[in-house]
T-cell receptor, first 112, second 112 residues
Framework: DQQVKQNSPSLSVQEGRISILNCDYT??????FLWYKKYPAEGPTFLIS?????DKNEDGRFTVFLNKSAKHLSLHIVPSQPGDSAVYFC???????????FGQGTTLQVKP | NAGVTQTPKFQVLKTGQSMTLQCAQD?????MSWYRQDPGMGLRLIHY???????DQGEVPNGYNVSRSTTEDFPLRLLSAAPSQTSVYFC???????????FGPGTRLTVL
């Protein structure tokens, strides 16, 4: 049973427009959420995180929104740039172990 | 700092062979973990360690062993390789269990 789901395998946007990547989770014990970015043949790199006590966190062009009642988080990239083209993973942790559970990933393509 | 290093980058094994994937970090991180990435499955936690001498199982531990004799090193052992273990393996580390993790570049393993 997938506890963290990214239902869109891919997303294509035009350079300069907004990219919105979505993530849903099922475990109400999750209280810390992260987004990672991964280029081909490289390891994932941490992008941004949010704690469940917040509903929004911004870092430059990247904003993560958390809707706890809907068990949904989203990553907004504004404006999108070609260098943002990568696979984006959301991840969640919570409870005693704090182990990270990852979604399947969404491949973002930003077209010039 | 070299960050998280993994060796080898690529490996081909025959069914039944054993091998060790090496992982090292030079950031004095307490928490280290191993993930495997498979198409459509995201990253799945194999084993993790919260400090030297302490290891525990993740989501998919079967067929893998780990040990943590030093803070720096966290090798992953495949005792008897199976084709189902064909995957890309990532090692990661962080200061503490719930911090964002730094990932290594990955090892691409093929089991024939």
């Amino acid at each position: 049973d997938q506890q963290v789901k990214q239902n869109s395998p891919s997303l294509s946007v035009q350079e300069g427009r907004i990219s919105i990547l979505n993530c849903d989770y099922t475990n109400s014990m999750f209280d810390y959420f992260l987004w990672y970015k991964k280029y081909p043949a490289e390891g994932p790199t941490f992008l941004i995180s949010i704690s469940s006590i917040k509903d929004k966190n911004e870092d430059g062009r990247f904003t993560v929104f958390l809707n706890k009642s809907a068990k949904h988080l989203s990553l907004h990239i504004v404006p999108s740039q070609p260098g943002d083209s990568a696979v984006y993973f959301c991840a969640a942790s919570g409870g005693n172990t704090g182990k990270l559970i990852f979604g399947q990933g969404t491949t973002l393509q930003v077209k010039p | 700092n070299a960050g998280v290093t993994q060796t080898p980058k690529f490996q081909v094994l025959k069914t039944g062979q054993s091998m060790t994937l090496q992982c090292a970090q030079d950031m004095n991180h307490e928490y280290m973990s191993w993930y495997r990435q498979d198409p459509g499955m995201g990253l799945r936690l194999i084993h993790y360690s919260v400090g030297a001498g302490i290891t525990d199982q993740g989501e998919v531990p079967n067929g893998y062993n780990v040990s943590r004799s030093t803070t720096e090193d966290f090798p992953l052992r495949l005792l008897s390789a199976a084709p189902s273990q064909t995957s890309v393996y990532f090692c990661a580390s962080s200061y503490r269990r719930r911090d964002a993790e730094y990932f290594g570049p990955g090892t691409r393993l093929t089991v024939l």
